[in-house]
């Protein structure tokens, strides 16, 4: 007799609302091909516009006879392998109507987020075996769930989409062996830890590659001086000039620029262009006197790459060091030549530190003590935050 949990996994459907922005760059492409073949059961895949083009989760049973249904309000996600197989086993086996996997907002208790790349993740889903099957629901925002259809034709007539698992009560749980990560906010990050390298003599910024443009809000509302967005997807462009920013849209390489600035400021962008040493004199020419080149520059250095490489991997991901669109990768002294090279003299270095697990930490010391030479303060640093000045000017 077959199993029916695995008779079941090839009869969900799966209801997705796209990601505004997210869904025009590489980033995305490449976690949409990833978030689709850790989902080879799906029967069928409804894409949704908008909330207000379909009807609400009680007429959706109408649409789909399916007896399972995954909901992907937010696409921007990474999954465990055993999502299919975890959220499946939990509604079909009767222990729920509704399962969200665990995600950062809530997870098995006494386990630490210690992964920065793919196989790091897996490590660290591997980990959540050992707690609770199942946990409470405890009302977070769903970025995705698996609702069973009989669960949908009962729901009351007002629930929306967002608010349903929280309407189904207790017949909704979480869990507890199955991750998601999100990277929704990939664009929208304000980067207020940057601003404390910012000297208080700038009072004219142009950020490179911002995103909607948030670190510009930041430096505005905080500092009182002058940010200008300079943004190649024009759907963030669109979005920060209608929320009052002054933008500039087009590639960095390609744009000519009348003004003069304080300072200009590339937050984990110079690692995405092709040329960083041109991209960098031509932040010089874009400076006034005595102006400063503000950067935040991921390190490849970083334990997870390391651990990764040790295993024979280097797989991409939509963000973090391993990015897909990373073309360029720096160390610290490969960082520090490019400034050389670009005439930039550095104000401020500091480096961000995300500590060595314990497990690898002791694999290391084992080669210490065989004599390999270590650089412990690399290992530990995942990126670069530099405030560089360019001595006589542009």
Not at 215 to 237: D, S, V, W, Y
Not at 330 to 335: A, T
Request: charged fraction near 20%; glycine fraction near 8%; aromatic fraction near 10%.
């Amino acid at each position: 007799m077959s199993d029916p949990i695995t008779q079941a996994a090839a009869c969900y459907d799966i209801l997705y609302f796209p990601s505004a922005g997210l869904e025009e760059s590489e980033e995305f492409a490449l976690g949409l091909r990833d978030l689709r073949r850790r989902l080879p059961g799906a029967r069928r895949w409804y894409n949704i516009g908008n909330e207000a083009e379909i009807p609400g989760p009680a007429a959706f049973a109408q649409w789909s006879d399916a007896p399972y249904l995954l909901v992907i309000l937010n696409p921007a996600l990474l999954l465990s392998d055993n999502l299919e197989a975890e959220l499946l086993a939990l509604v079909a086996g009767g222990d729920a109507d509704c399962v969200l996997p665990s995600d950062p907002r809530g997870f098995v208790p006494g386990v630490f987020i210690d992964y920065a790349g793919r196989p790091g993740f897996d490590r660290f889903v591997a980990r959540l075996a050992a707690g609770p099957h199942r946990m409470p629901y405890d009302n977070r925002s769903p970025w995705l769930y698996l609702i069973a259809r009989h669960a949908l034709a009962a729901s009351p007539a007002v629930a929306s989409w967002h608010d349903l698992p929280a309407a189904l009560g207790e017949r909704t749980i979480i869990a507890g062996h199955a991750f998601v990560h999100s990277y929704a906010d990939y664009y929208c990050a304000d980067r207020a830890e940057m601003l404390r390298l910012v000297p208080g003599d700038v009072r004219t910024l142009l950020e490179i590659g911002g995103g909607l443009g948030n670190f510009c809000k930041a430096f505005m509302h905080e500092r009182g001086g002058q940010a200008t967005l300079l943004e190649q997807n024009p759907i963030m462009a669109s979005v920060a000039r209608q929320q009052g920013l002054t933008v500039l849209e087009g590639d960095f390489r390609d744009i000519n620029l009348s003004e003069r600035y304080d300072c200009v400021a590339f937050l984990d962008v110079l690692e995405h262009i092709p040329d960083p040493l041109a991209a960098l004199i031509k932040a010089r020419q874009a400076l006034k006197p005595g102006g400063r080149v503000l950067l935040s520059v991921p390190n490849v250095g970083h334990w997870s790459v390391v651990w990764d490489l040790l295993e024979g991997r280097f797989d991409y991901i939509p963000v973090g060091i391993l990015c897909a669109t990373h073309l360029r990768f720096f160390s610290r002294s490969g960082l520090q030549t490019l400034l050389d090279d670009a005439g930039l003299c550095v104000e401020r270095w500091e480096n961000t530190v995300s500590p060595l697990p314990e497990p690898f930490a002791a694999f290391l010391a084992c080669r210490t003590a065989q004599g390999v030479v270590l650089d412990l303060e690399s290992l530990a640093t995942d990126s670069f935050h530099v405030l560089a000045r360019c001595p006589g000017g542009a």
